[in-house]
């Protein structure tokens, strides 16, 4: 399978096996691929993080006005993430929850919001 986030392509074509000798009805998991997309992914939340961290403070929302936005702004571009890059795919491309996904690095892109905020 091509993976567009990785800029990796298709293994070239040929019969599956695996060490056992089965026919390679596994599921095939490459971890390089995965570590890209997961280091790409975590550079667009941490500075989602420090962007919505200056939006908030600039339109003044303080308290439970702030943290909801962080919390929508966040969310939104795990979204954002999930539709244009995965095409709403997610499992061909990790195998976490869909709710593991969205919450993914909230408490490291907190402390960047708060930072700016």
């Not at 996904?101 to 892109?109: E, V």
């Amino acid at each position: 399978m091509i993976d567009p986030m990785a800029n990796i392509d298709a293994a070239p074509a040929g019969p599956e096996m695996d060490a056992a000798g089965g026919d390679g009805n596994q599921e095939v998991f490459d971890m390089n691929a995965y570590r890209s997309n997961f280091r790409k992914m975590d550079k667009i939340r941490s500075f989602m993080g420090i962007a919505s961290g200056c939006v908030a403070g600039i339109c003044g929302l303080t308290g439970l006005a702030g943290l909801a936005c962080f919390i929508i702004l966040h969310i939104t571009v795990n979204l954002s993430l999930l539709a244009f890059k995965m095409k709403f795919d997610l499992h061909s491309y990790s195998r976490e929850s869909m709710f593991a996904f969205l919450t993914a690095d909230l408490q490291k892109c907190a402390m960047s919001f708060m930072l700016f905020w």
